[in-house]
């Protein structure tokens, strides 16, 4: 760590760390209501398990994006943050909203608008929240001599998320444009300006654990966000289907959206290339597993799975079914929660200054978490597709296909299970690590050069 | 072999231009909508029961135009297919409504607040949806 200013970013690692536990809790909650077992129902009933389960990955990843931020623009335009002080009351304020809200859904205080469920007026908080975090980084980089294509991407891609917020804050009568422009949040968020900063925090890793030539990486990054736009943006289509939107977003939704596996191949090709071409040995073994682990489970689960049931005539089947898990799950994983694991596993060690390099439970940690999702994402495959057939295709009664593919969700708790193993690991080591340290701070990172 | 600065017009001009594309589009969809969903039928009572749609998320378990969680059954066809007393005996009930086990939250809402959702059933029924949810191909019955 050159700069002292970014140890900001461990606290809003720590509260990464927080809320994804409580996620996981969340996650159990729905998964054994799914089998049968709701006997929390009367305190928590599914719809607010599944509120807080779905916002909390938001507002972790989110706070791991801002993290990573803070840890990155200072080391790219070598410049002290603008203020840590703004950087302390934005994560104290967005804790302050997230509690707010977890504890808002339990009594039945929400939009009630999938994913976008914080009610109203913590939205403006929100708002005013990500306006500071934006003016703060965006002082650093007016300030700094230099910037880097990395940190003009990340960025461009927290700017853009900011704004795409606001389509989502307008009220229509009719339930069709109401739904139209929500995607225009979710969907743009997570099929495109996220992966706008997943491939800056991703461009940032590689350049600093391969260390292959900056101006290569960068190169790649613009071709790949551009794959991303390309094919994301009209790609939106895919959700337009069949909410009561003119029949042409099947062609258009189709063709795009089957292009979009295309920016996270190019992803994980990206990562693999410049990893084999990497001159040289890192230190951090476990900052790279997590770090082409992204790359290459972003294709598997937001392009691969994705591509497996967004044309059309298969959508038809199985929209609004147990496959939209499958893939969710997976897609969030791979791309979103692996890259803001795989900056914190980078960013530890400089911060605290402990060189805890690939201790064991680190390693248990990767393989377990991902052993663990991948099981999931099977179960989730086998009760949705299970569902399709007998719910949607053959006709068979809701509540029955529920009874009917319940036992899956035996595995899915078995596999969340191991997961929820490997999270905890990752934890410990992060504990492990300690508090960061002045005593960090170096002119040049040894094992960086 | 490409240079920066062309991956970096790449990115630019591509994102630009399939922007714009989607905002045509967008203000095209803005203009279909209302025939295609009906929107004259779009009542006070449709719209306050879309409000109390909003305001207990039922989106939390069902789905409406197959968008919500997997928990409860696709809500789009349930006017058509349970009818507006079996909806008003779930929605007014004061005990958890628990068809096969599967419990619901007991909102014990007021007639005329089932009258407001019934409304927002029955209208969201109607809505052109390119031909979702697609009728069972498959004859179990033979």
Known sequence: ?449 | MLSKSQARWFFIIGTIFFSGVFLWLTVDTINSVPAQTKSANITPAVNRGKIIWEENNCMGCHTIFGEGAYYAPELTKSFERRGEGYIKAALMSKTPWSPRGRKMVAYAMTEEQANDVVAFLKWAGEVDLNGFPAKPTINTSK
């Open chain 1, 1 to 449: 760590m050159k700069f002292k200013s970014q140890k900001l970013a461990y606290y809003f690692f720590a509260t990464c760390m927080l809320l994804l536990s409580l996620q996981l809790l969340y996650g159990f909650i729905m998964g054994f209501a799914h089998m049968g077992f709701d006997n929390l129902h009367d305190y928590v009933p599914f719809n607010a398990a599944r509120a807080v389960h779905t916002n909390l990955l938001v507002v972790w990843l989110l706070t791991g994006f801002m993290g990573a931020t803070y840890f990155i623009v200072p080391d790219e335009t070598q410049t002290e943050l603008y203020s840590v002080k703004l950087g302390f009351i934005q994560l104290i304020s967005l804790i302050i909203v997230g509690v707010v809200a977890v504890i808002g859904f339990h009594f039945n205080w929400w939009e009630g608008r999938k994913f976008l469920e914080i009610p109203r007026p913590l939205d403006y908080l929100v708002v005013v929240n990500v306006l500071t975090f934006i003016f703060n980084i965006g002082m650093t980089l007016f300030r700094a001599k230099r910037t880097s294509t990395t940190s003009m991407v990340l960025y461009t891609g927290l700017v853009a998320a900011a704004l795409l917020y606001l389509p989502g804050m307008i009220y229509f009568e009719n339930q069709t444009m109401d739904s139209y422009f929500r995607w225009w949040v979710v969907h743009l968020w997570v099929e495109g300006v996220w992966e706008l900063i997943m491939g800056g925090i991703l461009a940032y890793l590689l350049i600093k654990l391969t260390g292959v030539d900056r101006e290569v990486i960068e190169k790649w990054l613009y071709v790949i966000v551009g794959l991303t736009f390309l094919s994301g943006i009209l790609g939106t289509g895919h959700h337009y289907y069949y909410i009561g939107a003119p029949k042409y977003w099947l062609m258009v939704g189709g063709i795009f959206s089957a292009l979009e596996p295309l920016a996270f191949l190019g992803m994980a090709l990206f990562a693999i290339v410049m990893y084999r071409r990497s001159g040289r040995e890192h230190p951090n073994k476990i900052a790279l597993m997590w770090t082409i682990g992204c790359a290459i489970m972003s294709f598997v689960g937001a392009g691969f799975l994705g591509f497996a049931h967004t044309l059309p005539n298969v959508n038809m089947w199985t929209h609004g079914t147990l496959v939209t898990a499958m893939h969710g799950h997976l897609a969030f994983w791979g791309a979103y929660a692996m890259i803001v694991l795989a900056i914190i596993s980078y960013a530890m060690p400089l911060i605290t200054g402990r060189k805890n390099y690939n201790s064991m439970y680190g390693t248990l940690a990767f393989w377990l978490s991902n052993i663990g999702m991948i099981g999931m994402t099977g179960a989730f495959a086998v009760a949705g597709i299970a569902q399709v057939y007998l719910e949607r295709k053959s006709g068979m009664e809701f509540g029955l296909v529920q009874q009917e593919i319940e036992t899956h969700f035996l595995g899915l708790i078995l596999a969340a299970t191991v997961f929820t193993a490997g999270i905890i690991l990752y934890i410990i080591d992060f504990i492990k690590y300690g508090r960061p340290s002045d005593e960090a701070l170096v002119a040049l990172d040894s094992n960086q050069e």
